[in-house]
């Protein structure tokens, strides 16, 4: 008799079996076959069926369902675990939120939602930063008025920022363009001004042709405009700066404290560029005109030339002939002079290997070889950097060789390096720069380089002839524009009083509305355009005629206090304070503060400035406004930087709409570390659909129902799971998070295991900041009775994990006190001989070292692998 066995798998837990006893008994077989079709009939329509996780009717409801119960508003008056969670002021771009941008936004909220999960208070705001230059380029470039095209971008960007599953806290957004935020970042300035830190000047300033405005050094990135990449050229200009110097050494020395990158603490530490030397004054020769050289190394017995920057005010002298040159001199050193100013200083940094200059006829002495040295001017040097003026010392440093080379100036040697050459200097590379034995320089001969460095600057002080100073690469923020779409500086100019703010009370003074608002090019605003009823005002100091400042003010200075603002939007005091001083002390510094390193040298390094100085003038309590912060990466699509050019940018709209926002928020943290960012590829994201359908699959079909427990090998796997998943949470290691769940969920499936309700919550609390609808369709489906009322999953406590359940391999070790048994603890079996680890581990149980607290310790006896016996007196 040969047995045919058939089994039909009803679903995953039930299996039909069908046999047939006779091989030949075909017509019984077919009449099985039969019944059992017609009973998976029956069975199928009597079950209900696990449907896909359906994303869009989950994310509309919870959406709404959140924003009704205040999920993610916490009190902020009365919260007792503040934590504030915020990610960098973004910029509503025209085109919309890109993949980058949901990028950084999901990683920050996911940090935010873990860390409610812990117990924490988390306020975590959302606004707008759209004044500037971009904004109003973009409306140029499609003929709208910048007003009314930021009403559009508004309500575009806002729209996708409702999609992208973050817990924001909605009633406490903000806009910059909004008069009710700009009355206080004029204020601000107003007390800059109050305070001595604000101030108009003349000075050679960078200009971008085609934003037609001028930028901040830290605008101009390699001889081009930030923003929109054209040439950038240098004009003179009168224009508004805030002193930033003032605190460039507070600046600097507070990096240090800072738990930040480190490639950010680098860039600002490089931006300030804080140089101790020594300024050296030279008398020109034949004249009562005087150079003042700022120098690290004064080498002096070497110095056969003094450069001045094109901008120097001594250039300026030669050139309006109040210094005398030879005719011949002066036509060169305007020709080239012109050529000069009309390059950026990033420009001229590219260009300087090539040594171009001019000889002014002009001479000074060397104090200490009493040798006449020529004046020249040179364009690798920089007026904003050191005085504008340098020393020459060609045979010890590679700079002024090269010039000196090309120039035929004498190159004599002083120092003697470490390979004991001591011929004359022909090449590039026997230049010595650091270190070395002084030589050819009277009383410095035979000194140590540095030695010899501070012995030079003790004597040129003591003969009057320089003094020692701290020097700063570091300049002073340029925050004037010629711009429309911007807050009005708050400044009135009386012809008898000079420049006066205007008075607190008038505040905000609105930007007014002009429909020809396109900048001109010539160095004037827009809002010269302005209606005379706006243009001219009362001077505040004696009511005479007074005209508005028609500049506007830099959008970094809308995004410099903006976290001071969130918190204290609808307190008492908003209407007569930029920020509550009892909820300030309450939220900030800002907790945890997410962002790009794009921003080192701009808004980092700016809020810093206007935080010290709020601290300065009594208005806080700390002087740092984001003591740890985190810098994501950066997306690519497909290997390549995303481009418009390339048409290869990521609209997270078409992905949401395809496959849900919890598949897009999971597979962006599961590309890389968030730190370092990673590729966008279609075939992975589907991957990661695959995967979500899988867990949801899971918890409707592997979830034990009653009383039942999780299977042992399934429990350990979870929680390890649990442990690595809080370890690597509490340090931005989504990708791994996500990975250990994946791991966990490929054993709950493939081996058949089944997980209880309570280790299934677990779970799901694990996934729940990484796929927030989803994990809150299952918390409410399957764990939630319908008759209670309405709690988040999102509110639940981050799950803990049993120790002993997360230890591979372990051995049980005895523990004994003077012979007699007290305890036991688990070490992994790869430590159980490890003697000094046995016994510290002993003193640290809590039972034992309460027991030993009372005693005195003679010995300590080991039994590798069994006991540990602790001797006392």
Not at 96 to 103: I, S
Not at 149 to 174: C, D, H, M, P
Not at 245 to 270: F, S, V
Not at 348 to 358: A, D, N
């Amino acid at each position: 008799m040969n047995r045919i066995k058939m089994s039909i798998i009803l679903s995953n837990n039930v299996v039909l079996h069908c046999e047939n006893k006779e091989k030949n008994e075909n017509n019984l077989f077919c009449s099985v076959v039969v019944h059992c079709k017609k009973i998976i009939e029956f069975f199928y329509a009597t079950i209900p069926q696990v449907m896909a996780y359906d994303h869009q009717t989950a994310s509309k409801k919870w959406s709404k369902m959140w924003q009704d119960h205040a999920v993610y508003e916490p009190n902020l008056s009365t919260a007792k675990k503040p934590y504030y969670n915020l990610m960098m002021f973004p910029y509503p771009s025209a085109e919309g939120l890109h993949v980058g941008n949901m990028y950084a936004f999901s990683g920050a909220d996911i940090y935010g939602r873990y860390q409610r999960m812990l117990g924490h208070d988390v306020f975590e705001p959302i606004g707008l930063d759209g004044f500037g230059i971009h904004s109003e380029n973009y409306a140029i470039k499609i003929g709208k008025h910048p007003a009314e095209q930021a009403k559009v971008s508004e309500k575009n960007f806002y729209r996708q920022l409702s999609t992208i599953g973050n817990g924001f806290a909605w009633n406490e957004r903000l806009e910059t363009y909004d008069p009710e935020y700009y009355k206080w970042t004029q204020w601000l300035f107003v007390q800059m001004f109050k305070h001595g830190l604000a101030y108009k000047a003349s000075s050679q300033v960078n200009w971008c042709p085609s934003c037609k405005t001028v930028l901040a050094d830290e605008q101009v990135e390699d001889g081009k405009c930030e923003r929109c990449k054209s040439e950038v050229e240098r004009k003179e200009a009168k224009q508004w700066f805030f002193k930033i110097t003032d605190y460039a050494d507070r600046l600097l020395t507070n990096i240090e404290g800072l738990k930040w990158p480190e490639k950010i603490r680098i860039a600002q530490r490089q931006w300030i560029g804080k140089k101790a030397g020594i300024n050296i004054v030279y008398q020109v020769v034949g004249s009562t005109a005087t150079i003042i050289c700022f120098t690290t190394k004064p080498v002096n017995f070497g110095a056969t030339f003094l450069v001045l920057a094109p901008e120097h005010e001594l250039v300026r002298n030669i050139i309006d002939e109040i210094i005398k040159v030879p005719k011949k001199n002066l036509e060169q050193v305007k020709k080239y002079t012109q050529e000069a100013l009309n390059k950026s200083d990033q420009q001229r940094k590219i260009e300087e290997k090539k040594k171009t200059g001019v000889f002014t006829g002009l001479y000074v002495l060397n104090h200490v070889t009493k040798k006449e040295i020529p004046v020249w001017i040179s364009d690798f040097v920089l007026g904003t950097v050191g005085t504008g003026a340098v020393q020459g010392c060609p045979g010890h440093d590679e700079r002024d060789f090269e010039f000196a080379k090309k120039f035929e100036i004498p190159i004599p040697r002083v120092v003697i390096g470490k390979d004991g050459f001591d011929g004359a200097i022909t090449s590039l590379k026997q230049v010595v720069t650091d270190g070395g034995t002084m030589v050819n320089s009277e009383f410095l001969d035979g000194m140590e380089f540095h030695d010899a460095m501070e012995k030079t600057m003790d004597y040129f002080e003591e003969h009057g002839w320089g003094k020692r100073v701290i020097s700063y690469h570091l300049r002073d923020w340029l925050i004037s524009r010629q711009r429309f779409w911007g807050p009005p500086i708050p400044m009135v100019e009386c012809k008898k009083c000079g420049w006066q703010a205007v008075p607190e009370d008038q505040l905000s003074v609105e930007l007014p509305f002009i429909q020809d608002y396109k900048p001109t090019g010539d160095g004037k605003s827009p809002l010269e355009k302005a209606p005379k009823t706006w243009l001219y005002t009362a001077c505040p100091t004696c009511g005479a005629k007074a005209k508005r400042e028609t500049d506007v003010s830099d959008t970094f200075l809308d995004s410099s206090w903006y976290f001071l603002r969130y918190p204290s939007l609808f307190a008492a005091s908003a209407a007569t304070q930029p920020f509550d001083p009892a909820i300030t002390k309450k939220w900030l510094p800002v907790t945890t503060y997410i962002g790009g390193a794009e921003h080192a040298v701009l808004h980092l390094l700016y809020s810093r400035f206007v935080t010290m100085a709020l601290k300065d003038w009594g208005y806080l309590e700390f002087e740092e406004p984001f003591p740890f912060l985190f810098g994501h990466g950066l997306i690519i699509k497909d290997g390549s930087k995303m481009s418009k050019s390339k048409g290869n940018v990521v609209n997270p709209d078409e992905y949401i709409e395809k496959f849900g926002v919890d598949t897009l928020r999971t597979y962006l943290m599961f590309l890389g570390p968030y730190n370092q960012g990673g590729d966008f590829r279609d075939t992975g994201i589907a991957g990661m659909e695959r995967w979500m359908q899988k867990v949801w699959r899971l918890f409707h079909e592997k979830l034990v129902t009653g009383s039942q427990k999780t299977s042992p090998k399934l429990q350990t796997k979870l929680h390890k799971t649990i442990k690595k998943c809080t370890t690597d949470m509490a340090d931005f290691k989504y990708n791994t998070c996500i990975a250990a769940m994946m791991e966990c969920t490929n054993l709950w499936l493939s081996e058949g295991e089944m997980m209880g309700k309570d280790d299934a919550l677990k779970f799901l609390c694990l996934l729940a900041p990484f796929a927030p609808y989803m994990t809150e369709e299952l918390y409410q489906t399957l764990f939630q009775p319908k008759t209670t009322p309405f709690s988040s999953i999102h509110t639940l406590h981050w799950p803990a994990y049993e120790e002993s359940l997360t230890l591979d391999d372990m051995v049980e070790i005895a523990i004994q006190i003077n012979g007699k048994f007290r305890g036991k603890m688990a070490v992994q079996s790869s430590d159980a001989k490890d003697k000094a680890l046995l016994e510290h581990n002993a003193q640290k149980e809590e039972k034992i070292a309460r027991i030993l607290s009372t005693m005195s310790i003679k010995n300590i006896i080991v039994v590798p692998g069994k006991l540990v016996n602790i001797v006392c007196a």
